[in-house]
C-alpha cells in the first residue's frame, strides 16, 4: 500500500527523469520510506502513524510513505521505485537485511542517501548506508538476559533453571541480534541455567502461542521463556495459562501494551521498553540531519530501558 503526506507522487518510471527534476528544484526535502509490514503488529502500524505526524508537522518535508508487506521483493520494487522518483533520501525498514542490499547499493549508487531503520541490514551492506537510526538490538537481548536472570537469582533457581526462546522471523536482523544477545549474555551471568531449545514465532502472537504448546508438550519442566518481543511473549504465556502450567517465568524485548497489562496481573515478568514514536521521529531526524550535512552517528540508538514489575510503575503503558 502506498501512503503519502502533503504532496502526492503519482510519476511513473517512464517519467522519472522529469520526476527528478521537479523534486530536485522544490525547497522540501522528498524522504521516501518503505517499512517492513505495517499490518504484522501494532508496533509497525504505531512507527507508520508516528512517522506521518512527524513528517506532517515539518514543513521541510514531503514523504513518500511505503509498505513492503513482509515481501521482499516488493520492497526492492519499491526502493527502485524511490529511486526513479528522484528522492532526496530513502528510509528502509529492512523485511530480510541481506536481501536488500542490492536495492540499497543501487540507491547509493544514484546518489541517494540510505538510512536503514529499527532493524539494520547485514554488514555486508554498510558501505551503501549513511545510518541506522533504531534501537540496539543486541543489547536488547543482553538485557533480557540479565532480567531473567535476576529473577531466577531472587527465586534461588539460578543453577536449575532450564529456558526456552522464542525468536523473530528467521533472516530478519532483529531477531538474529536479539536471539544473540540474549545467548551470549545468559551464560555471562547465569551459566548454569540451560537453554532447551529456539523456534521462531516470526513476531506473531498465534502463532507464537502454537510454537509454546509445542514446547510444552516436549518439556516436562520449562521455569522461563524469552521471546524477541512481548507480542509473541504474550502469546507463549496464552499456551501456558491454557495448559495451566503456572510459575514460568516470562521475558521479552519490547514491551508491548499486552505485554505491560499482563505485568500489571502478575502473569508476565520482564521486559525492554521501546517506543515506536521514538523510532519513527529518530529516523526522520537523522534522514534530515544526513540530508543537511550534519555529524550523524553511524550506528544512531536511541535508550530502550529494562523494564520489570518492580519499576514498571516509572514507564507508561505502550499505545501499541
Avoid at 36 to 51: I, L, M, P, R
Avoid at 78 to 103: K, M, S
Avoid at 155 to 161: C, F, L, Q, S, V
Avoid at 251 to 266: D, L, S
Wanted: glycine share 8%; with cysteine; hydrophobic share 40%.
Amino acid at each position: 500500500m502506498t501512503r503519502t503526506t502533503k504532496v502526492a507522487l503519482t510519476v511513473t518510471t517512464t517519467l522519472a527523469g522529469a520526476a527528478f527534476a521537479t523534486i530536485a528544484a522544490a525547497d522540501p526535502y522528498v524522504i521516501g520510506i518503505t517499512q517492513n509490514n505495517v499490518g504484522v503488529d501494532s508496533y509497525q502500524t504505531t512507527y507508520e502513524k508516528a512517522f506521518i505526524a512527524a513528517a506532517d508537522a515539518n514543513d521541510n518535508v514531503d514523504a513518500v510513505v511505503l509498505d513492503a508487506g513482509g515481501d521482499v521483493a516488493r520492497q526492492i520494487a519499491q526502493v527502485e521505485d524511490l529511486i526513479q522518483q528522484g528522492v532526496n533520501a530513502i528510509i528502509i525498514w529492512p523485511t530480510n537485511g541481506e536481501a536488500v542490499i542490492p536495492a540499497v547499493r543501487k540507491a547509493h549508487n544514484a546518489g541517494i542517501p540510505v538510512i536503514v531503520t529499527n532493524s539494520n541490514i547485514a554488514k555486508e551492506g554498510f558501505d551503501f548506508i549513511s545510518a541506522f537510526s533504531g534501537p540496539d538490538n543486541i543489547t536488547q537481548g543482553k538485557e533480557a538476559a540479565e532480567i531473567m536472570c535476576d529473577k531466577f537469582k531472587a527465586m534461588g533457581i539460578a543453577d536449575t533453571a532450564q529456558i526456552v526462546q522464542i525468536s523473530g522471523q528467521p533472516g530478519y536482523t532483529t531477531a538474529i541480534e536479539r536471539a544473540k544477545g540474549f545467548e551470549d549474555r545468559l551464560p555471562e551471568v547465569c551459566p548454569n541455567v540451560t537453554l532447551l531449545e529456539t523456534q521462531p514465532g516470526d513476531w506473531n502472537r498465534e502463532k507464537s502461542q502454537k510454537v509454546m504448546e509445542a514446547f510444552l508438550v516436549k518439556y516436562d519442566h520449562i521455569d522461563g521463556v524469552y521471546a524477541g518481543d512481548d507480542n509473541m511473549g504474550v502469546g507463549a504465556l496464552n499456551a501456558a495459562k491454557a495448559a495451566g502450567r503456572d510459575g514460568i517465568i516470562f521475558v521479552g524485548a519490547t514491551n508491548f501494551a499486552v505485554g505491560y497489562e499482563a505485568m500489571q496481573r502478575g502473569e508476565y515478568w520482564g521486559s525492554v521498553y521501546q517506543s515506536p514514536v521514538d523510532d519513527a521521529q529518530a529516523a526522520l531526524q537523522t534522514a534530515l540531519d544526513v540530508l543537511d550535512g550534519k555529524d550523524v552517528p553511524f550506528l544512531n540508538y536511541f535508550e530502550t530501558p529494562k523494564i520489570t514489575q518492580d519499576n514498571m510503575d516509572q514507564f507508561s503503558k505502550p499505545v501499541f
